[in-house]
């Protein structure tokens, strides 16, 4: 793929986000491979099996809304209307695609910023949500001089909503808008004047629109003591694809149960956040023993690694991903999701192994977006 020039990599600074709440989590094994995700193992030694964490009580069986009607506003927002199973599978890898899109350019964004004077060159945990913020107010009052090559408002807006719908999951908004939305990140490249991303994106989208969604994504890294962004963003991208294609789905059928109603959204910042509320009020939210559990902590910790994800955490992300992949494993298990979860641990596994045998983590060991 042709390569946009790398802007210098900004040292790391001391301000890392406030440390993980972590949960005393139970181990357990991994014996089960992937089912119909081609998850391609290689001969990198693996860890050794792990206790089975014993299943929690079934959620109980509702009968009515278990939550204040006030308090629904916020899991009944854009509610998932649910696309057809191939067609889900589809938007699924779309969002995928999208995430990456996100790494190719935040760094060459961020460093424009820096040149403008409007962001720190020591900054590293970078929001993408907050460069497109600057860029767009600046943007706005000067369309002329800001950017290299000026852009539309409408065309820094469809940038903002390609990143809005892949962090919130809004599948029903992929399906509708990707094709006219993501084009405007080859727009957004050229306009400082990046055009080797902007090819290398283009390209990604060509195949897209051709039908192939497979082998888009690519990552390379090691997991050396140091921070690099490299494992920062191969990381962050194993630990999206986790978000979206094992808990986000599992967490809003899991509500529905729950509450006894159907328009909830796949957000899970939104339905994450509801349920911290919940469980602040009702230990047992989930099922009886919820404070013997520390189920608090750990939706706590779901939570913030999905901020991490969504809002450029790599600090802690880096640093916590065990925690952070582990505390996926354990909510899975809440709700009675044990296969689920079990492919969850198979991913952490394999990545426990391979930084144990100092190898290079590479997408080709992480198939479980493909068919």
């Not at 990599?9 to 440390?19: D, G, L």
């Not at 913030?304 to 969504?310: F, I, K, P, S």
């Amino acid at each position: 793929m042709a390569k946009g020039k790398k802007p210098p990599v900004p040292p790391v600074s001391n301000s890392n986000p406030t440390n993980v709440k972590k949960t005393a989590f139970k181990q357990k094994k991994s014996n089960k491979a992937l089912k119909n995700r081609r998850f391609v193992p290689s001969t990198i030694p693996q860890p050794p099996p792990r206790q089975r964490a014993t299943p929690s009580p079934p959620p109980s069986a509702p009968t009515a809304p278990t939550a204040p009607t006030a308090q629904l506003p916020i899991i009944c927002k854009n509610p998932y209307s649910p696309l057809p199973g191939p067609l889900e599978t589809s938007m699924m890898k779309v969002a995928y695609v999208q995430f990456r899109f996100k790494s190719l350019l935040l760094l060459l964004l961020h460093s424009f910023l820096c040149s403008k004077g409007l962001a720190s060159p020591s900054q590293v945990d970078i929001d993408l949500q907050d460069v497109l913020r600057i860029i767009n107010r600046k943007n706005t009052a000067d369309p002329a001089g800001f950017l290299h090559r000026p852009l539309t408002p409408n065309e820094v807006d469809k940038v903002i909503l390609v990143r809005n719908n892949t962090d919130h999951i809004n599948l029903n908004n992929v399906d509708r808008n990707w094709q006219t939305e993501v084009p405007a990140y080859v727009l957004l490249c050229n306009s400082i004047s990046e055009p080797g991303v902007a090819a290398e994106i283009q390209s990604m989208i060509d195949r897209m629109m051709a039908g192939v969604l497979d082998g888009l994504v690519e990552f390379s890294f090691q997991f050396t003591p140091a921070f690099t962004y490299e494992k920062a963003f191969g990381l962050s991208q194993i630990v999206y694809g986790v978000l979206l294609a094992f808990l986000a789905k599992e967490i809003w059928t899991f509500l529905k149960a729950k509450l006894g109603i159907n328009n909830i959204t796949l957000d899970l910042y939104a339905n994450l956040k509801f349920i911290k509320n919940q469980l602040k009020v009702n230990a047992d939210f989930f099922a009886p023993g919820g404070a013997s559990r520390g189920d608090e902590n750990l939706v706590e910790t779901v939570y913030d690694t999905r901020m991490d994800n969504a809002h450029g955490g790599y600090t802690r992300a880096t640093a916590d991903w065990r925690v952070q992949l582990e505390s996926v494993v354990q909510i899975l298990d809440l709700i009675n999701k044990h296969d689920v979860a079990l492919e969850v641990q198979v991913i952490m596994d394999r990545l426990v192994a391979l930084e144990t045998a100092g190898a290079t983590v590479t997408q080709v060991d992480f198939k479980f977006m493909e068919d």
